[in-house]
């Protein structure tokens, strides 16, 4: 029944080529239920999407708001963080969402990852491996990257850098699409970025952008001071998750907003990114980024969470479980997707700001926590939850 079902909503088709020895494939899903396609490079990561298409096939321009199965999982495979029991983070001012300094729980298992990996064959295209501390620390890291690649999946990851080693970085080279280091302003960040980067990895930097780390981004952006040779610098939101304190949640009317989102419209000699959840922000300051190139809080729609314990939600961010479905071997990752709480999560985002001309491409931003999202407009709506706890 299963296997029906899911060859009425996807068909794919896979083009396989050999460059330098390396296996590369590059994707098309057809998305029987929701009427578009997509195309991924396994091998530059490049990812797109049509518009709905119509009964001839044509693309009418529209974005399609979901996919029939997720197309990126980010799958918590650690239970616990090394680096974070060190209190390293707390020191670096950095909040961990996870709770990594307080929170000891076992490491996903193989057989757990082989069976998400085997649901995810063809239908989805990456997966980012975290959780609760660094993926390369698992005791069976090599392990998850082959059986990722196994299955056509390309396997990327962010660390902290900590326990980083040549080795590792080899490993990296010959199973990930990319390895993102987080920025914690240390000997081992700056180390672990050079061993990946002589290992030849395609080498992210990962900022936690808040309160407290704003005046340095905004500074390192205008003097284009990051380590050279990396690819990419992408900023993430501080949200109050977990350890994340509300107190260091940045606030859509303070200056340095702007001034930050100018220096990420400018160009710079590596590529600046961010997470959707900074949608809204780029929606409203930038000027010269291509619309088409953003997409607002893919949560549900394109991506979710499997954390080591089997528990999936729409963003990893939902630390407090609102919207949790115990994965099984009943409940499979496409159950879950189709859930009511995944539905419930969803319709938040279809119901936001119904008056504003930006709608379609910011969603009212983030559905778990409405303080984070970067819009002073009197068209936004706020969700029903902050609300009640306004009322308080
Ligand atoms: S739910 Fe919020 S935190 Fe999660 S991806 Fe969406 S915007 Fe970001
Ligand atoms: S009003 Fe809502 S949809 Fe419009 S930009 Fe603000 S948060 Fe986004």
Redesign the pocket.
């Known amino acids: 029944m299963e296997g029906k079902e899911n060859e009425c909503n996807q068909q794919h088709s896979v083009l396989v080529s050999v460059d330098r020895g390396a296996l590369v494939m590059k994707y098309i899903i057809d998305d029987r239920k929701y009427h578009f396609k997509s195309a991924f490079d396994t091998e530059t990561g490049a990812y797109v999407r049509t518009g709905i298409l119509d009964e001839n096939g044509r693309d009418t321009g529209v974005d399609p708001f979901m996919a029939s199965f997720p197309h990126l999982i980010d799958v918590g495979v650690m239970g616990h963080c090394i680096h974070g029991r060190t209190g390293l983070c707390v020191k670096a001012g950095i909040g961990c969402y996870q709770s990594g300094l307080l929170v000891e729980q076992p490491n996903m298992t193989v057989e757990h990852f082989r069976w998400i990996a085997e649901q995810c064959k063809g239908r989805c295209n990456q997966l980012a491996l975290g959780g609760r501390g660094d993926p390369d620390q698992h005791e069976c890291f090599e392990d998850l990257l082959r059986i990722s690649r196994e299955n056509n999946l390309v396997p990327n990851f962010t660390t902290s850098g900590y326990g980083m080693t040549p080795e590792l970085a080899v490993l990296c080279k010959k199973y990930c699409g990319a390895v993102a280091v987080s920025w914690y302003r240390s000997e081992y960040t700056l180390n672990a970025i050079q061993m990946l980067l002589s290992a030849g990895v395609k080498t992210n930097i990962h900022y936690v952008l808040g309160r407290n780390s704003i005046d340095e981004a905004i500074d390192r952006l205008e003097r284009n001071a990051f380590p050279a040779g990396i690819n990419a610098v992408i900023f993430l ?1 501080h ?1 109050p ?1 977990g350890q994340g304190s509300k107190a260091n949640v940045l606030d859509f009317d303070d200056p340095r907003v702007a001034q930050f989102f100018a220096q990420v419209d400018r160009q710079h000699p590596f590529k600046v990114g961010m ?3 900074n ?1 809204p922000g780029a929606l409203n300051y930038c000027r010269n980024i291509l619309p088409e190139s953003l997409d ?5 729609r394109y ?1 979710c969470y499997i954390g080591a314990d089997m528990v999936m939600v ?5 630390q407090q479980k609102r919207y949790e479905v115990q994965l099984s071997e009943e409940t499979t990752i496409e159950n879950a997707w189709n859930s009511d709480p995944f539905v419930r ?1 969803r319709d938040k985002m279809r119901a936001a700001c119904p008056n504003c001309e930006k709608r379609a491409l910011c969603m009212g ?5 409405p303080e ?2 970067f819009c002073g407009s009197e068209k936004r709506t706020i969700p029903t939850e902050i609300e009640k706890e306004k009322s308080l």
């Open positions: 939101l949200k998750a997470d959707s959840c949608v607002t809080c893919e949560g549900g991506s729409p963003c990893s961010f939902d999560f931003g983030c559905p778990l926590m984070i999202v």
